[in-house]
């Protein structure tokens, strides 16, 4: 069974800080691993997204990067701003089998980026 | 592109009654959609996978008895709790992915409250 987990739990930063926010898997079979965003109250937002075979991925101030054999990614965000503030939510899509297409969340990393 | 919306986002019943739930795709085609469920302050967890024309398959220890799913058309799926309890409170997401993409497309997610 696939099991993520993410670290820290919580991070506040003040503005302008670049910070790392980590996810760890279980299982190294998977499809794609995943990075949201979720406001208080909200839905998820799709920041990043990598295929197994890639090993990052970069989308304006946030890069993602993944390790399978290890089972590791991390999400990068440079230059941090109080717009960032949001939980981060890292999931792994497991590949193949009757599982396909299944995400597997881990609990969060909840960020606060104070002016 | 690849717009998931879900509704309502916010809905308060009283015990015993059924709330029905809709997710769709705006903009393209879902045999496959997902409904997850987020307990406060915890991540999300897989509910269910509703496949278009047949059976919802769900996650052990969900009771399909109470979480009703159809997926009648390629655009739409529902969730109904039925006789809602108040342990049934909790926040509900839905998502698909779009053929050709291989990320996921969330909702935005339904507040239920059970009174």
């Known amino acids: 069974k696939q099991e993520v987990t993410q670290i820290p739990a919580a991070l506040s930063v003040p503005e302008g800080e670049n910070l790392v926010l980590n996810c760890s898997f279980t299982?190294?079979?998977?499809?794609?691993l995943q990075w949201f965003r979720q406001d208080p109250g909200k839905g998820l937002t799709s920041l990043l997204l990598?295929?197994?075979?890639?090993r990052e991925q970069t989308s304006g101030r946030l890069n993602a990067s993944l390790d399978k054999s290890s089972g590791r990614s991390t999400l990068y965000i440079a230059a941090s701003q109080p717009g960032d503030s949001a939980t981060y939510l890292c999931?792994?899509?497991?590949?193949?089998?009757?599982?396909?297409?299944?995400?597997?969340f881990g609990q969060g990393t909840i960020l606060t980026v104070h002016p | 592109g690849a717009v998931v919306s879900q509704h309502p986002s916010r809905v308060i019943c009283k015990s015993g009654t059924s709330v029905k739930i809709e997710c769709r795709s705006l903009?393209?085609?879902?045999?496959?959609m997902f409904w997850y469920r987020q307990f406060p302050k915890k991540s999300l967890m897989l509910m269910a996978t509703s496949n278009e024309g047949s059976k919802a398959t769900y996650e052990q220890g969900v009771e399909k008895d109470k979480f009703l799913i159809n997926h009648a058309s390629l655009t739409l799926s529902t969730l109904t709790v039925t006789s809602a309890h108040p342990e049934d409170s909790s926040f509900y997401i839905c998502?698909?992915?779009?053929?050709?993409?291989?990320?996921?497309?969330f909702g935005s997610g339904t507040r239920l409250t059970v009174v």
């Open positions: 998502s698909a992915r779009a053929t050709g993409l291989y990320g996921y497309t």
């Open positions: 990598i295929q197994s075979s890639q």
């Open positions: 299982d190294s079979a998977i499809y794609n």
């Open positions: 999931a792994v899509g497991k590949a193949g089998g009757t599982s396909y297409g299944k995400l597997t």
């Open positions: 903009d393209f085609q879902a045999t496959t």
